[in-house]
């Protein structure tokens, strides 16, 4: 599936489980499976990147202090493809510091093959700051590449955490639709 800013989807993949070298601030290592019955909200960022800094972490941040754990699960995925050697589990242990980060970050896993780390490249993101929702179910239901608006962002995870367990094997409904949205871009549903 090819992704694009702002792409909602009426036709989910299903999301891959993450590549990870590190977890902080969690007590075990976090699979995706494991987070099933709650809606994800995925922050891939960099240390180093200008808008991951500006927009991605405070968002992740105010989306954290917003919604129910037991309801959403806000995960952060730092994402090295510039400067990698340079960005060590002890830099980002202190960025996540500095920074008050509280939920769980896991440090993208190094790809033998190329710069692009292996999440990074399993979810096809074209760079940082890159935002998934995934539901319920583990399906992609949005992926971003760039800032994000608050509101729609609170309007679609909103909608997602109302979304009945039932539904599950369903075709879920666009984000955009059950947000009572319009799309600031045509829907996709390329595969």
Known sequence: MEY??????????????WL????????TPLLLSGLRGRVVVLCAFQALCKDSNAYAIPQALRMHA???PRDVAVVGLHTTFE????????VVKAYLH??????????????PQGPIPRTMEAYHMRGTPSLLL???HGFIRK?????VDDLRLGAEVGALAQETPAAAGTAPVSLTAAAGLTPAVPE????
Not at 83 to 90: E, L
Not at 98 to 111: H, Q, S, T, W
Not at 188 to 191: G, H, N, Y
């Open 83 to 90: 400067h990698h050697a340079a960005i060590t589990p002890a």
């Open 188 to 191: 996709s549903s390329a595969a």
């Open 134 to 136: 995934i539901d319920r």
């Open 20 to 27: 990870i070298q590190s977890w902080f601030n969690s007590e």
């Open 98 to 111: 500095e920074y008050r980060i509280k939920f769980p970050v896991g440090l993208d896993m190094a790809n």
């Open 143 to 147: 992926h971003t590449f760039g800032p």
């Open 66 to 68: 917003t919604f129910e």
């Open 4 to 17: 694009h800013a702002d792409t909602m989807t009426n036709a989910p993949q299903f999301a891959p489980e």
